[in-house]
């Protein structure tokens, strides 16, 4: 067993710490382009060699991971010859499993991992729910298992909500300086808050009962939600969610 990354980026570093963390052994295979990333991680952890070439990644490893981005995949694929029942496991965004068939005669996993799996607390949908790769991203944190492609797409846009999620703070953190706030003073009051909150939103509650749990009534996290809508922010992230969707369906 051989993991094999083709393409060393952020998130091939960020698995590869994980699995390392995670304390699976599995020898690492990385693909030479990137030479500095590469070379950090086979330098600081332990069974991670850098190949000579894309296609020696290919026919080192039993597992082979596909991290390129979408613009470059097609080229970088189609120029590698797998073998029948080799394991392919796809991240590349907007590409489709009939896609990656037609470019490589595989049948492919897709996956979705988060740059928290280099700590292990990753949430990552695989599509189709394959058993051994389900095993490798539940070692990364946890795998959640996807039923369709439908939901593998869903999943994957509402993974987009990241960079919104920190424009969040750094927006409300703006506001609080511009009262005249110490910035630092904004930055540790919004963090601390917003790392209870996710503390919160784990287990089971609906997220509409945890709403109306933290809004009193007639308060101000009531106004602040109702404000928000009435200005179009409910109505924004609509918009945005679907707009996201139509670019994941490869529109
Ligand atoms: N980052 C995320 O949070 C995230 C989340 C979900 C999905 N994804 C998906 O995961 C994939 C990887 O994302 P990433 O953030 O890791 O991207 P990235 O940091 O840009 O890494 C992509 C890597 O591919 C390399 N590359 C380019 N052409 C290549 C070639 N011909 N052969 C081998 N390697 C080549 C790049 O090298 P150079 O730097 O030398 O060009 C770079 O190291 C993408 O499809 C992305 O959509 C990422």
Do not use: H
Not at 153 to 160: I, N
């Amino acid at each position: 067993m051989t993991y094999g990354f083709v393409g060393t980026g952020t998130i091939t570093a960020a698995m590869v710490e994980g699995l390392r963390a995670s304390g699976d052994a599995t020898p690492i295979l990385l693909s030479p382009r990137s030479a500095a990333t590469a070379a950090r991680l086979a330098a600081s952890l332990p069974g991670v060699s850098v190949a000579a070439s894309n296609q020696a990644v290919v026919e080192g490893a039993s597992t082979v991971i596909l991290s390129i981005r979408p613009q470059v995949a097609e080229e970088v694929t189609r120029a590698l010859r797998f073998r029948p029942g080799q394991t392919l496991v796809s991240l590349v965004a907007a590409t489709d499993l009939g896609t990656l068939r037609d470019w490589t005669g595989l049948d492919a996993i897709r996956a979705v991992p988060l740059p928290f799996v280099a700590k292990c607390r990753g949430v990552t949908p695989v599509y189709p729910p394959e058993p051994q790769v389900l095993a490798l991203f539940d070692r990364l944190g946890q795998a959640i298992p996807c039923r369709t492609a439908q939901d593998f797409d869903l999943l994957a846009v509402t993974s987009a909500l990241m960079g919104s999620y920190f424009g969040i703070l750094e927006t409300a953190q703006i506001w609080a300086e511009a009262q005249g706030m110490a910035p630092q003073t904004a930055r540790d009051y919004l963090a601390g808050l917003f790392a209870s909150l996710g503390a919160e939103a784990q287990g089971t509650a609906p997220f509409a009962r945890l709403r109306e749990e933290f809004s009193t009534k007639g308060g101000l996290n009531e106004q602040m939600f109702r404000v928000f809508g009435e200005e179009g922010g409910t109505a924004a992230l609509d918009a945005a969610l679907t707009s996201v969707l139509t670019r994941v369906r490869g529109q």
